[in-house]
């Protein structure tokens, strides 16, 4: 892991048809922009763009004498003594952006970028503030509910800053949602060269999409890294927190292994238990009547031997999909029920492991690792953004726009491609609605499995589990011995089941109710001072980009926040209805005119009540900037010394 050239340091030694060799293996858009920034030669962008595709379509038609020209020049480059170079200017680093993307670069994006590319260091204002206030940093302390990816970034953040902190775990180990899932064919559906932190880029991973074990370890090497296993206490549960305003502590109740439950206090709380932590199972008849195997995806059982069995998987969402493949050579028959289709795509590298060749360029060329991460930012995060977004002149009722329309056309033209020949199963496969309106998925074999004799694609709706099988509602009746619940998370039961009490006794269960958060960002809520979320309402990002990233964004909002607490002498921030409410309505707009609100789209974004509570509204550079720095009017500081009457018979 990390970003082992930050220092400019000459590349791991290798001969030099070692090094022509390694990367002649890489890609070469990215050795492109290495050889400009390296060489300061700003023409070679003209000469070799027009010959380079679209990031993240990874083709390109330069001539052999061009490659060989390129890798000649970078080579020579890397033998260079880099340590007396100077620093690219942001203006020419601008230009490499626009001109590599074929289109023009905001000066919005230029802060967000000269960061996560290493060529500027993150401002880290709680250290700073710390600094300043020694001694109130020494008597602050803060709890983590969670050692998942949030838990980890936000005790590295609190490690760096010399806060005292304590991580609560229910599990046995860290990594949260990759600690749990561990059915067959789990792994991510991000590029891992994006799905990491920023600051601890891993340049190692075996394969471009990996696998759930090597996701988890990635998750307990930084735990290891940065000293943070010893401020974790693992298989406790957090029941209860409330808020003490005469102390203006939270006074946390946790169930330990033994059963019993300790109490501790903090002055300030972080969650970290997201999103997907709860197994969502569907409402059908007969459940419990089963009386063979069941189980869901989140909770796979590996003691049960599926060879030869008949079984049945509900769901064909993001588990479903990878379950499937993993399963079907191994099971007597796999009958899949499908509520609705997936759309279900190709994607560069998805089945490829990273050479050695290429590991090395990651690790020893310099620059290398961030431009990549650069074109996975765009061409799978931001780069997609304005097709989500519903024209409301567009006429088309299975997309949203023009450009939409386009996408849709070109996933079709892939569906039709895998499945044509079969038109009964195409008609199955084909999705109704528009593309980005579910989670867009990627083609693991999906197709190839549906094809297979003793895999059965079943779209007639479930009347109910039987003893001995599933009854659909034709009537027919599907013998199985096992039931797979393919079904996803109770995504919008955020915090559940935790009883969590703010200020004057407000529950925030009686707020959000049993599906229906809200908070402002996502991460603070009105009456429940010093109560931070990650992953919270609104935060999820449904059309590709990295959730680590926007976890990053958080974890920096919630340390400059307290590190204004510690600046204003307050012992507590309290965000305020109007800015949580302003917050929210403007969400809820700009959330309105997005695909997943589009008439006749279902999907696990909403609520009971059709409203998106997981989804971000927001460009990943919008949030960016929106968790930079809190604005001290969205939030009321409160002393102890100004408890109320009323707020004190609450204590």
Known sequence: MGDMNRDGGLPGRRSRDEIKAALRDADISILLMVAVQLSGDIELLDRYVPFLGKPGEFTHTLPPAMVEELLEKLTAELE???????ATAPEKLRRMMSTFVGEDISDLYMPLLMEDLGFKAPEQPLPAAVAAQPNRAAEFSVLVV???ASGVCAGIALKKAGIFFEIVERNDDIGGVWHENTYPGCGVDSANHLYCYSFELNNNWSRYYVKQPELRS????????YGLIGHVKFNQTV???????KTALWHVSITQPDGSTRHVTANAVISAVGQLNRPAYPKLKGMESFAGAAMHTAR????????GKSVAMIGTGASGMQVGPAIADTVGKLTIFQRSAPWVLPRHNYHNTVSENVKWVLANVPHYARWYRFLLFWAYGDGVYPLLKIDRSWTGKTSISARNDEIREAWTQYVKAEMGDLPELYAKVLPDYPPYGKRSLRDNDWYQTLRRDNVELVTTPIAEIVPDGVLDRDGRHHPVDVVVYATGFEASRMLYPIEVTGRNGVRLRDLWGDDDPRAYLGITVPDFPNLFLTYGPNTNLAHGGSIIFQIECQ?????ASLALLFESGADALD?????????NRLAEETLAEMVWSFEGVTNWYKNAKGRVTTNSPWSMVDYWHMTRRPDPKAYTFIMRSDVSEAEQKFA
């Open 80 to 86: 260079k003594d880099r340590r007396k170079r100077e």
């Open 146 to 148: 969670g050692a998942g």
């Open 218 to 225: 990635y998750l307990r090497d930084c735990a290891e890294r």
């Open 239 to 245: 029941t209860a927190m409330r808020y003490d305003s």
């Open 300 to 307: 796979w059982r590996h003691d049960l031997d599926l060879a």
């Open 555 to 559: 974890v920096n909002y919630i340390m």
């Open 575 to 583: 965000c305020t209805h109007e800015a949580h409410d302003d917050y």
